[in-house]
């Protein structure tokens, strides 16, 4: 079905495109992009015959500028939300910022998001670093005869967190009675 056809099957589609929108929001938070594609796949799936894909950007669009008109959809606390989420759950910055590049995030708010971390914490990423180790059990709350053993297995996980080398090796050299320590503050 072509959407731009007569007003009657305009109106119809928009409001499809609204309802399907609406129906997303209510189970998942969500940023513009994620929902675009959503809705973009909806519509690709809906309509067997040839469609102006052109045309129907054009309607998501409208959609979702006038979803973010009434503030039911905003990137910028859509960014402050995940980053503090991701941040509760041990990912390093550089994750954090990836992972919202992933969604679709323009980079003025993931630098907002990620400045609001670094001004309520001292050290975010070391911080986050102990949370991971102490989720993964590796590192300081391996057995002291082991942790030698599985240096390199600690810090390749730390790494792939996006933890930096010198983060890494930090946490990886605390004695595990100043990590339980630490543990306790977070």
């Known amino acids: 079905m072509n959407p731009i056809k007569n007003k009657k099957d305009?109106?119809?589609t928009v409001d499809e495109i609204r309802s399907w929108s609406f129906?997303?929001?209510?189970?998942?938070?969500?940023?513009k992009?994620?929902?675009?594609?959503h809705?973009?796949?909806?519509?690709?799936?809906?309509?067997?015959?040839?469609?102006n894909i052109r045309a129907i950007h054009n309607l998501i669009d409208v959609?979702?500028?006038?979803?973010?008109?009434?503030?039911?959809?905003?990137?910028?606390y859509y960014s402050d939300y995940k980053s503090?989420?991701?941040?509760?759950?041990?990912?390093?910055?550089n994750k954090i910022r990836y992972n919202l590049i992933g969604k679709g995030i323009d980079q003025k708010y993931i630098k907002d998001s990620i400045s609001k971390i670094k001004e309520k914490e001292s050290d975010p990423d070391f911080f986050s670093a102990v949370k991971l180790c102490k989720k993964r059990r590796i590192g300081p709350c391996r057995e002291e005869s082991n942790r030698s053993l599985f240096f390199k297995k600690d810090i390749s996980i730390l790494a792939r967190a996006g933890f930096s080398y010198d983060i890494s090796k930090k946490i990886l050299d605390i004695p595990k009675d100043e990590f339980l320590k630490l543990c306790k503050m977070i």
């Open 23 to 31: 129906s997303y929001l209510e189970k998942y938070s969500a940023s």
């Open 33 to 37: 992009q994620q929902l675009k594609t």
């Open 10 to 12: 305009l109106e119809t």
């Open 63 to 76: 959609v979702i500028s006038s979803l973010e008109k009434k503030n039911f959809i905003s990137d910028k």
């Open 84 to 93: 503090k989420v991701f941040y509760k759950r041990g990912y390093s910055l």
């Open 39 to 51: 809705l973009l796949k909806k519509m690709l799936k809906k309509s067997h015959k040839s469609v």
